[in-house]
């Protein structure tokens, strides 16, 4: 059972960046590994995921060019790089993961997820 613990959250003005960090409990070099988020009243949405097997990536369109995915495999950490934050990326943002070759920003297909931490954007 993977445990997976974020940080890096809080709050930031417009334009500003944040850099978001998940830990995983365990070797997670076959999972899938992604950032989901989520705001009151709306269905948790899928941000970027890795594979970090082959280090393949997919981002929502929402956030192209603006965040970046990537990993530590040494310290079993996957990071999300949050520039040119907009008003509209306030949410509380999740760490996720699953095995699998075909990583898929769909919410259900993950198996593991974090507590959460907090984005705001002003």
């Known amino acids: 059972h993977v445990q997976l613990v974020e940080s890096g959250g809080g709050s930031v003005q417009a334009g500003g960046s944040r850099r978001l960090s998940c830990v995983a409990s365990e070797y997670t070099l076959r999972y899938c590994m992604g950032w989901f988020r989520q705001t009151p009243g709306k269905e948790r949405e899928g941000v970027a995921v890795?594979?970090?097997?082959?280090?393949?990536?997919n981002y929502a369109d929402s956030v192209k060019g603006r965040f970046t995915i990537s990993q530590d495999n040494a310290k079993n950490t996957v990071c999300l790089q949050m520039n040119s934050l907009k008003p509209e990326d306030t949410a509380m943002y999740y760490c996720a993961a699953r095995m699998g070759l075909l990583c898929d920003p769909i919410p259900s297909d993950y198996d593991y997820w974090g507590q959460g931490t907090q984005v705001t954007v002003s």
């Open positions: 890795i594979f970090r097997g082959v280090f393949t990536t």
